[in-house]
T-cell receptor
């Protein structure tokens, strides 16, 4: 049983398209995140959701929109994809900020051509 | 804003040599975490340090938290090829009345030559 699962694992798409990445966690966690990892391995936080409420919205382009239909899911929708959006996107979850461990999904490698 | 800096960015060692990565925060941290990401994989939690001056060991890995709670280190004794990967430190940014977020260092990529 995968704790945090992301789909798809690979995504190749053309500039200007709209795409979504799905994330689900079965750990009962109340906080979920989206991170972007660039080619230099730097992990940058994009969004954080706590109990379905967006609590931190990093200065990412508004083409990126997180959507949480319920506490176990945090999907990432991207409009008008650009070349610079190519990266690996990780979903992660944590049980509040009292519990230290963040569990990461396998990642989605997005390539925009 | 809060920053977490990590050095070195890359480290190449011969199998059996020791390895250390250092992490420095611009602000005092309530705790610090360490993660390992294998090539092609995802970050996996290793440990959390909370107390000033804390030292924890996991087999050949030794983690330290500085007295001022602004720096930390990870030391691996006698590296093995299974240690290959990128090691990240991460510190929480706590926002009042909201959930925290983890600020990651840039990571240290370790390669081990057999």
């Amino acid at each position: 049983d995968t704790a945090v699962s992301q789909t798809p694992k690979y995504l190749v798409t053309q500039m200007g398209n709209d795409k979504s990445i799905k994330c689900e966690q079965n750990l009962g966690h109340d906080t979920m995140y989206w991170y972007k990892q660039d080619s230099k391995k730097f992990l940058k936080i994009m969004f954080s959701y706590n109990n379905k409420e967006l609590i931190i919205n990093e200065t990412v382009p508004n083409r990126f929109s997180p959507k949480s239909p319920d506490k176990a899911h945090l999907n990432l929708h991207i409009n008008s994809l650009e070349l610079g959006d190519s990266a690996v996107y990780f979903c992660a979850s944590r049980l509040g900020h009292q519990n230290p461990e963040a569990f990461f999904g396998q990642g989605t490698r997005l390539t925009v051509v | 804003g809060q920053q977490v800096m990590q050095i070195p960015q890359y480290q190449h060692v011969q199998e059996g040599e020791d390895f250390t990565t250092y992490c420095n925060s611009s602000t005092t941290l309530s705790n610090i975490q360490w993660y390992k990401q294998r090539p092609g994989g995802h970050p996996v939690f290793l440990i959390q340090l909370v107390k000033s001056g804390e030292v924890k060991k996991q087999k050949r890995l030794t983690f330290q938290f500085g007295e001022a709670k602004k720096n930390s280190s990870l030391h691996i004794t006698a590296t093995q090829t299974t240690d290959v990967g990128t090691y990240f430190c991460a510190g929480p940014l706590l926002i009042y009345n909201q959930g925290g977020k983890l600020i990651f260092g840039q990571g240290t990529e370790l390669s081990v030559k057999p």
